[in-house]
């Protein structure tokens, strides 16, 4: 199993934004290899430190393989899946980043 993390970071007076875009289907069901999406919001830190100037999100796939995934970011779906009107809700650059499950507990 193949797991895809892109974390964000979005402007706290553009929540309901992101919910909204992520909310919509991009298609994703029907991809070869995709098993689930979860945006996940940052809620909780053992050691806060300062203000709070931006809101974390983790925008999470999973896939049979990480050639799925790799498939996918080639794809028509993909291309749809990021198309639309640019929002200006980002507080800083995306950082996506990949990872083979190593252990699993259900």
Known sequence: MF???NHLKVKPSCESQIKSR???SGGLESVPGFIEFQLLRHCWTPHPQGEVTTIEYLALTR???KEDFI???RSDAFKKAHSGP?????AGPAVPAGYDVAVERL
């Open 63 to 65: 896939w049979e393989s």
């Open 86 to 90: 640019k929002l200006d809700i980002w």
């Open 71 to 73: 498939n996918w970011t």
């Open 3 to 5: 797991v895809s993390i």
């Open 22 to 24: 992520f909310g919509e």
